[in-house]
């Protein structure tokens, strides 16, 4: 079974650049599709972005509030997946964890987990 470590939140201001890294360790990395999710305080947790893997590998899918704004990538010599974070907003506080990606009737369905700690991004106006 995969487990997932997440790194690089930190506290930017309104328009802050930084990227997240989640080591995975365990399953067929290359073959499976990989996603970041996060939680804001109060709120459920959401899918973020998601790149495919296999045969299809690099294809990737991004929830409606960040297109254009971030962008996720996958090493897979390095079972890394990377979100490089643009053009931040207030509205993206929130923990960041990442985990694969599945989908149930067209849309993702969140992992029951094993979830890692995630990585806190704050962003400040």
């Known amino acids: 079974q995969a487990q997932f470590v997440e790194s690089g939140g930190r506290s930017v201001q309104v328009g802050g650049a930084p990227r997240l890294s989640c080591a995975v360790s365990?399953?067929?990395?290359?073959?499976?599709?990989i996603g970041w999710y996060r939680q804001a305080p109060g709120k459920q947790r959401e899918f973020v972005a998601g790149?495919?893997?296999?045969?299809?590998?690099?294809?990737?899918d991004y929830a409606e509030p960040v297109k254009g704004r971030l962008t996720i990538s996958r090493d897979n010599t390095k079972r890394t997946v990377y979100l490089q974070m643009n053009s931040l907003k207030p509205e993206d506080t929130a923990v960041y964890y990442c985990?694969?990606?599945?989908?149930?009737?067209?849309?993702?369905?969140?992992?029951?987990?094993?979830w890692g700690q995630g990585t806190q991004v704050t962003v400040s106006s």
């Open positions: 365990g399953g067929s990395f290359s073959l499976v599709a």
């Open positions: 790149i495919s893997g296999g045969f299809s590998g690099g294809r990737t």
């Open positions: 985990n694969v990606v599945r989908y149930l009737s067209g849309k993702v369905s969140i992992p029951n987990g094993p």
